[in-house]
Nanobody, 118 residues
Framework: QVQLVESGGGWVQAGGSLTLSCAAS????????MGWYRQAPGKQRELVAS???????NYADFVKGRFTISRDNTKNIVYLQMNSLKPEDTAVYYC????????????WGQGTQVTVSS
C-alpha cells in the first residue's frame, strides 16, 4: 500500500503562482508514473501532467508553458509548479501514482483545492 499526502493548494489571484507537493509513503519501492489530475465542479477529472521515473514529462495542452511537473525519486515526492494561473484552473487537484514491479497499482491522493480569482 502507498499513502499520498498532498499540500500546497490554496487561493491565488489570476496571474499568480502555486506549487503543489505530493509525498508518497508506505510501499514506495517501485513507484513508476507520478502525476496530477484535476476536477472542476460539474466536470470530469482530467490529466494535468505526468512524469515517469526516468523524468519524461507529459502535459495537457491547457497547461503547457505555464505548469511544470518534477519529482524527487529519493524522497518519493512529486511537485507541480503552477504559474500564470487562470480562473479556469480552479479545481481540486489530485496526486496520482502508479507503482509495482510485476503488476500495476494505482493510488490517488485526497485532493487539494486550488482557487484562482479573477
Amino acid at each position: 500500500q502507498v499513502q499520498l499526502v498532498e499540500s500546497g493548494g490554496g487561493w491565488v489571484q489570476a496571474g499568480g503562482s502555486l506549487t503543489l507537493s505530493c509525498a508518497a509513503s508506505g510501499s514506495t519501492f517501485r513507484i513508476n508514473l507520478m502525476g496530477w489530475y484535476r476536477q472542476a465542479p460539474g466536470k470530469q477529472r482530467e490529466l494535468v501532467a505526468s512524469i515517469t521515473r526516468g523524468g519524461m514529462k507529459n502535459y495537457a495542452d491547457f497547461v503547457k508553458g505555464r505548469f511544470t511537473i518534477s519529482r524527487d525519486n529519493t524522497k518519493n515526492i512529486v511537485y507541480l509548479q503552477m504559474n500564470s494561473l487562470k480562473p479556469e484552473d480552479t479545481a481540486v487537484y489530485y496526486c496520482n501514482i502508479h507503482a509495482g514491479a510485476l503488476r500495476d497499482y494505482e493510488y490517488w491522493g485526497q485532493g487539494t483545492q486550488v482557487t484562482v480569482s479573477s
